[in-house]
């Protein structure tokens, strides 16, 4: 399918590099698969460290990035290095090829300011909107004030110099609209779903229960706003009643040897495994080896209006969830799911204890959740509307009639 040749788009992301990004990773590859050449830009992070490298016809351009910042002045120097080469590797790559496109993936909001120069040159810009930065702020410092406006600023300035906007879910397209001012028809939905070529269904290898008999999992970031500390909370709990619970944390994050200092602190090195990142085959052989998963991410306003990734992985595996009651975690897993309210701990413990005592409802759930991404949700569909939103902005003609 040959519908973008000639075209050339530059994906640009801050935070993660390539191909570990799985959701820029797929649309790369989509839009590879549908004809146009793609650049992407990136930091250069553990186990990503090559400066270029082009794997499946995408090339890729790493640069240094400083230590990811967790206050005022660290978030000074990351940002504006990234900003630096970000400017730099865009033209350097315009020079070898003119690109039509520059899509810009958040956080931070300030991808727009490379974005300002090649838009008089006519490229266009697309902001594809991974996290609600203000709100994400409040998440990780809670408070508003000067810094929380500025975030709020960067996010105005971004959408004004978007021409479009890929939203995740529906609540970050109310938000472009609402708050960034966007027109309803320059935002598309396209949604993190999972890859099915990747996320398959395995027996799992019982060295991960660690000799108990049952394995309860987490995967994705750890940082402030993810609340593995409470989840260690109802490990404690779940300890107390019973020792034949083992726990699989998969994810690396600002807050990892915090938290892994917190389990030790608490007793539960026996009981709580931590992986950090690991290839994606360990990371599916964990999954799969789990009887069910968790996500603990708080309830706070980010949490509550953001997709998280996990839960569709889980999902994707079988697996039943448990997690607090939030508005887009419930949208994604619907009966997949158990949901925890107002932050209750003991809640949250009897839940996942309950759920390993009742093998019958968690196949139930399992195949719930397993049936909404084969039908719903998984990348097959979403990659088809990442494709018709690209026709449009590409302004390639009768797409839909041709597809």
Known sequence: MQYFKGKHILIIVENLPLPFDRRVWQEANTL???????????PRMKGYTKKYEEINGIHIYRHPLP?????????LVEYSAAIFWEFFL????????????????????????????FKLMGVKYIFDHHDINPELYVAKFGKKGFFYRLMVLFERLTFATANYSIATNESYKEIAVRRGKMK?????IVRSGPSLDRLKITPG????????????????????QEGLDLLLEAVKIITGKTTEVQFAIVGGGTDLEKIKKLSKEMGLSDYVDFYGRVPDEDLI???????????PDKPTEMNNLSTMNKIMEYMALKKPIVQFDLKEGRFTARDASLYVENNDINDFAEKILWLLDNDKERVKMGEFGYKR???????EHESKKLI???????SIKNFRQSS
């Open 90 to 117: 865009s033209w350097k790559i315009f020079f070898k090829k003119r690109f039509q496109v520059i899509q810009g993936c958040n956080p931070p909001d300030l991808i727009f300011l490379t974005a300002l120069f």
């Open 184 to 188: 309803q028809d320059k935002v598309t």
């Open 373 to 379: 991404v084969i039908h719903e949700l998984s990348w």
């Open 205 to 224: 290898n019982i060295k991960y229960r660690k000799g108990r008999k049952y394995l309860v999992g987490y995967v994705g970031v750890i940082g402030e």
């Open 67 to 75: 230590s990811e910042g967790r206050r005022g002045l660290g978030y």
């Open 32 to 42: 590879k698969s549908y004809g146009a050449e793609v650049s992407i830009i990136c």
């Open 285 to 295: 052989d964990i999954l799969n080896t789990a009887d069910l998963c968790v996500n």
């Open 388 to 394: 018709e939103f690209y026709s449009r902005v590409l």
